[in-house]
């Protein structure tokens, strides 16, 4: 059996002229046969295969390195966790922003200065009114900036749920200026073109009579 294995091996060497000297390879393969070493199919691992990389003249096994890790041990995978720990300490991350699987007792309302609050609105209501359709684009939103400015005034255990309340508080004035501007011209749609005037005219729909444009 493992002299028909060296003859495949070396058929396929020659094919793909991986090595020179193919006596060379059938001489140690009997050799290893004559002396009662055993080899399975398959048996490649981290520890051996540079062995049957030599024999078969590979010269470059930087990929096959990566591959087996070099015969050291593999990496291991990093967690969330391992992740939010780099972004913390790089300063990407607030301390305390951290979310273990499945935990929703953060995702509560909270009290939250005034002074936020209004930042908040008067940031969706310039916002809305700039994307002329209702669509922000995330990447080009101070928003996260209101937000981080406000989260680092406060302890690190109190910054998830307060996160929480200003989604809430964005989200809800967000749809209402949506549903006015929707109720003044009730084609629109995201993503649609509106007039400016709905908004401007009405002070982003707060007047107490509207005023179409």
Same mark, same amino acid.
């Given at each position: ?9 070396? =058929? ?18 009997? #050799?290893? !046969? ?16 540079? !062995? *049957? ?19 050291? =041990?593999?990496? @291991? ?20 922003? *951290? ?8 995702? @509560? ?17 310039? =916002? *809305?009114? =700039? #994307?002329?359709?209702? &669509? ?32 809430? &508080? ?6 209402? &200026? ?15 073109? *509106? ?8 002070? !982003? ?9």
């Amino acid at each position: 059996m493992v002299v028909n294995i060296v003859y495949c091996i070396i =058929e396929n060497v020659k094919k793909n002229g991986f090595y020179a000297d193919i006596d060379s390879i059938q001489s140690h393969y009997l #050799s290893l !046969f004559t002396r009662g070493y055993k080899m399975r199919i398959g048996e490649v691992n981290g520890n051996n295969y540079k !062995f *049957f990389l030599q024999m078969l003249g590979v010269k470059d096994s930087t990929a096959l390195d990566a591959i087996m890790g070099n015969g050291k =041990e593999a990496p @291991k995978t990093k967690t969330p966790e391992d992740f939010y720990q780099e972004d913390l300490r790089s300063g990407k991350v607030l301390d305390g922003m *951290f979310v273990k699987e499945g935990d929703t007792s953060w995702h @509560k309302i909270v009290p939250v200065s005034d002074d936020v609050r209004n930042k908040i609105i008067e940031t969706v209501r310039n =916002e *809305f009114l =700039e #994307s002329g359709n209702g &669509i922000i684009k995330a990447d080009k939103s101070k928003m996260p900036s209101v937000n981080k400015a406000y989260l680092k005034s406060l302890p690190a255990n109190e910054r998830l749920s307060a996160v929480w309340t200003l989604s809430q &508080i964005q989200t809800e004035e967000e749809r209402r &200026i949506a549903a006015y501007v929707r109720k003044m011209d009730p084609t629109w749609d995201y993503g649609k073109k *509106f007039d400016p005037n709905i908004l401007i005219k009405s002070n !982003f729909g707060t007047n107490s009579v509207d005023v179409k444009a």
